[in-house]
């Protein structure tokens, strides 16, 4: 008999679960910025720069972006560790527009 777990109102089998995850996540990754400026009348672009001055990176910095959504913070890490600094994201390549670049990308089920 196996698992089963839930997956928003319904019962998955729990190997079935990372895959309906991430059915949301590319179903959702063309409009993911508007969305967000939908949702929160724009108030997550202010949300963006307070958290990336609030982060104080600096170059040389190592930094885990997790759950960045399209990578905007992910980039502006990248600017600010520069060179000598590693910056690490942690979402469905889809999400992050493919011509963003700098940074090390590593692509794992958080559950796992």
Known sequence: MSNTTHFGYSTVEEDQKVH???????????????MNDVMSAGLHRIWKIFTVAQAGVRPGFKVLDIAAGTGDLTKEFVRQAGQTGEVWHTVSRRLFRPRDGGFRFAQHDAQG
């Not at 309906?20 to 508007?34: G, L, Q």
Request: hydrophobic residues 55%.
């Open 20 to 34: 309906k995850v991430a059915e949301v996540f590319h179903s959702v990754a063309a409009k993911y910025d508007i």
